[in-house]
């Protein structure tokens, strides 16, 4: 069976990578403290233990004009 997919968005420096470890276990995504974000460009993370892959994203900061 083919694995799902989970896209992680949101801010730079909410958590989502740390939420990523938190999931699969171990501290395998990036992770720092501060407002700036860690995650530089889109990440896929898998497990064996797991039917589907997590994506890490760039911090998502929507601008209204």
């Known amino acids: 069976m083919d694995k799902g997919n989970i896209l992680v968005i949101g801010d730079s420096g909410v ?4 939420l990523i470890n938190a999931v699969l276990g171990e501290e395998i995504a990036e992770t720092d403290f501060g407002d700036k974000g860690t995650t530089k460009e889109l990440k896929v ?21």
Do not use: A, C, Q
């Not at 958590?15 to 740390?18: D, L, P, R």
């Not at 993370?45 to 004009?65: A, N, W």
């Open 15 to 18: 958590g989502k990578s740390t």
């Open 45 to 65: 993370y898998e497990s064996d233990v797991l039917d589907f892959r997590i994506i890490d994203t760039v911090g998502f900061e929507p601008s209204f004009f």
